[in-house]
């Protein structure tokens, strides 16, 4: 059961984000799936990877723990159109597997992912500590810190809001607006409706979650934000390495910086810790991102 006292009943928002991910299957390797009602001008790419992750998912022939996820973008999806996914799946054994997932859209591809599985048993641990943050119930809901930028981030505002946010520190267009700039982010996210008691299912809300705020250190970086100042980012590429099962109907926070950015290209990475501290997946994604200075509003 979830940690927070808050009620668990579903949002419309959430509820299209579960429809989205229960995918059609149309063939033994083959699925399609939809778009949500409220979608960007391309299709978003954490619904793509998570849509990836679950057609890879069904087609394992025992269950096993995912192990990692790359994937590249290739084209821009159209949201008024579904998208066909073809698994091919590229061994199977009693402890791993692996499978690719081509994203299609009328014979043009969208993305190819790698998925690997992986059941290694016991062994070694070590991590990372997580970072000392407020906890997430005492910090405000992100409809209160999109309050009164409502001109400057309607991508934001009109968005999809399937995940709870809380973050720990001011997002972007509010650093932007006092001045501040800052190298990570640090949000917590969880489900923001109840979920079923499926592991694959609350690892692809995860999947799909890790696509949000990722860039976002890139910019803050130098005191910028969305909205602010005129900034193109697209995902180039994206990877998230799977360490221990999630439940994301519990707060997790994920972490986020960014070691480099060169050559308008940027690389964001992150780390996923359950509200105990353990560390539960990692994530690096690399966009590209332009940036035309004095276009300012």
Known sequence: MPASNEPTASNPDFDE????????RIGEDVFIGSHPSKTPLRTFGGQLMAQSFVASSRTLLRELPPNALSIHFINGGDPAKDIEFRVVPLRDERRFANRRVDAMQ???LLATAMISYLSGGAGLE??????QVAEPDTLPRIRELLRGY????????????PIEWRYTNDPAWVMRDKGERLDH??????????????????????????DTTVLDSIITTHGLSWGFDRIFAASANHTVWFHRPVRFDDWVLYSTSSPVATDSRGLGSGYFFDRSGQ???TVVQEGILKYFPGSRR
């Open 17 to 24: 984000l579960m429809a989205v991910l229960d995918l059609n």
């Open 106 to 108: 009328d014979g043009t």
């Open 126 to 131: 070590h991590s990372i500590d997580p970072p």
């Open 150 to 161: 409502e001109d400057t981030v309607p991508g934001f505002v009109n968005a999809l809001h």
């Open 185 to 210: 982010n640090r949000v917590w996210v969880k489900a923001d409706g109840p979920m079923p008691d499926d592991p694959m299912l609350h690892t692809a809300v995860m999947v799909y979650s890790s």
């Open 279 to 281: 560390l539960l997946a």
